[in-house]
């Protein structure tokens, strides 16, 4: 049995397409399927069943997934007791990862591994937390950075850094010291997106201050916390973010940052995974290196 095809394979199952799995393992298309296609021939049996544009995995194909992750995983810890150094190993580490920690946390955390695994690499994408945990829950991404939690018994979360919210305003805006919520209402708003770590913690002070979204004077939602804040800093509203994302443009003199009266409530960035899926040896030293720092 090819293990380059049982590869290719995990990656069809994990992207729930051919076309996507081509892209992450830098094939073509019709290699990818091609090498489907010589693992069925071989155990003959079918692994997908193509439904219109969909790709269903079949229940042989569910178990010769599971299979496929333990022979891998072999594979790599074969390497890896081959190798002189552990810094010759070599792999991709796939990290799903929310805008905040995404952008302040996850760079250090990579430089770290780096200096230990310089030949690792990562494939990151940023999107929700919401998002990110799905990817993680799916199988099609290895490790996740977010700022919210979700529950599942397939999850794990290994807390990392302790963050608060803070209001901010453009530098024109003459708002003084620390503020009340009820001083904000009148002001243009600018809101995160649902899915957002930020949006859910907000939306939960609001409630335990019987106070309403609704009552806020929301004008923009925003996925991205660089457009927020490029918002607040043409002065077209406030906003609520992360003390860590809000920091360094107040110490550029971009932005003012305000403590809000009341508001203590904070928060842990986590790193998440799924207890289920078999992780590739650079993915656990990564998570092990994560444990560290609580």
Known sequence: MDLHQ??????????????????????????????????????????????????????????LYQWALKLLLIKDQALLDLK???NDFRGVIH???????????????????????????????????KIAVENILNGSTDIGIVGNQYESDKLQYIPLLKEKLVLITSTQMDLKGPVKIDDILQYPFIMRNADSGTNAMLEG???????????????????????LMQFVMQNIGIAIISEFAAKEYAQHNLLKIHE??????????????????????????????ARKLI
């Open 95 to 129: 990290i799903a990862a929310s805008s905040v920690p995404g952008q302040f946390l996850l760079p250090k955390m990579i430089k770290k591994f780096r200096e230990k695994y310089p030949n690792a690499i990562f494939q990151i994408n940023q999107s929700s937390s």
């Open 205 to 227: 002070y609001l409630r335990k201050n019987n106070i309403s979204k609704d009552e806020l004077n929301i004008i923009a939602y925003t996925d991205s916390g660089q457009s």
């Open 260 to 289: 809000i009266n009341g508001f203590e409530d904070e928060r842990f960035f986590h790193l998440v995974y799924n207890v289920n899926k078999t992780q590739s040896i650079l993915s656990k030293l990564f998570i092990e290196q």
């Open 84 to 86: 002189q150094g552990m």
């Open 6 to 63: 049982l590869y290719v394979f995990t990656k069809v199952v994990e992207h729930k397409s051919f076309s996507k799995a081509a892209e992450d393992v830098f094939l073509s298309q019709s290699t990818v399927s091609s090498h489907i296609q010589a693992l069925e021939k071989m155990l003959d049996v079918r692994l997908f069943d193509r439904v219109g544009r969909e790709t269903i995995v079949t229940p042989y194909g569910e178990r």
